[in-house]
């Protein structure tokens, strides 16, 4: 049999929290009951709000949380001749364009299209699928950002992607914790088309989320994606550039999610209470894990 081999895989923009102390810990635990690997990877593509400082912090967090790791430890901003070479080969096929429309400008779009009482689909996370270019932009606005020094995203092509491997690939899918990482795989079926065109690289972004995240996993050999359920739809989309790289489908394990009080899940981006301030405060090991019902 495989080894199994499990990442937690965070981003040092902002402190850590308990959603990602439910998520490391799920990790290291399955780990250990499959006799397997534990690496952490820094997903720090976004050099701007990751920062050194942060990454010092996130390690003592999982240090006073008792993970134990391989060493040494991946980071994304090392890689990018990877996340470039994939794209290359995403280009070659034909399946990725230049899309100039800015965030605001579908913004617009989708709102005057709304206004006028059309619906817009939206996908899985509530963003509305890109209209294309050709619905706002002139042909010599078109042409004008083109030979400029304008903004652009890459963005897939997922309405040929699919064409070209045929459907939309589902994904295994086996319990996160407990009794159930003994459950065999199940197979679950996917709606990638439902992400619309999306973005894999920016103009002055080599790669985004959903290319890095492909690519790192088969490059470090990971078997068992294990996190959060907030990310259970994008799997349709990872499924689809796996087909298209021709690279390895690991097994998916989605775990619960820690809500705050007002129901909504933990983020940084809220400022929710961090780890480092929560143990500032005096909780202790037995007092987190009963706060996220470890």
């Not at 090392?78 to 470039?84: K, L, P, S």
């Not at 689809?240 to 394990?253: F, I």
Request: glycine share 8%; with cysteine; aromatic share 6%.
């Amino acid at each position: 049999m495989t080894e199994p081999v499990f990442r937690f895989a965070p981003s040092p923009n902002g402190h850590l929290h308990l959603g990602h102390a439910l998520s490391a810990l799920l990790n290291a635990r399955a780990a250990a009951a499959l006799r397997g690997r534990l690496l952490v990877r820094v997903e720090d593509i976004d050099q701007t709000r990751c920062t050194p400082e942060l990454e010092r912090d996130m390690f003592e967090d999982l240090a006073w949380l008792g993970l134990q790791w391989e060493k040494p430890v991946v980071r994304q901003s090392d890689c990018f001749a990877f996340y470039r070479e994939a794209l290359e080969r995403l280009q070659d096929t034909g399946l990725v364009y230049p899309a100039y429309l800015t965030r605001a400008e579908i913004k617009a779009f989708v709102n005057r299209q709304e206004a006028s009482g059309k619906s817009w689909p939206r996908d899985p996370d509530g963003a509305p699928l890109y209209p294309g270019d050709e619905a706002v932009l002139s042909e010599a606005e078109l042409r004008q950002r083109a030979a400029s020094d304008a903004s652009f995203a890459l963005r897939l092509d997922m309405k040929g992607a699919l064409e070209r491997i045929g459907a939309s690939p589902g994904w295994q899918e086996a319990g996160a914790e407990g009794a159930r990482l003994f459950e065999p795989a199940v197979t679950v079926a996917a709606d990638a088309a439902a992400w619309g065109d999306v973005v894999l690289a920016r103009k002055d972004t080599p790669t985004s989320y959903h290319l890095s995240v492909v690519v790192d996993d088969a490059r470090q050999g990971i078997t068992d994606v294990l996190r959060g359920q907030d990310l259970y739809h994008a799997t349709s989309v990872h499924r689809v550039l796996q087909e298209l790289l021709g690279l390895p489908q690991p097994v998916y394990r989605h775990h619960r999610l820690v809500m705050g009080e007002d129901g909504r899940k933990l983020s940084k981006s809220n400022s929710d209470t961090s780890l480092r301030a929560l143990r500032d405060a005096g909780m202790t090991h037995t007092q987190l894990r009963k706060r996220i019902g470890l």
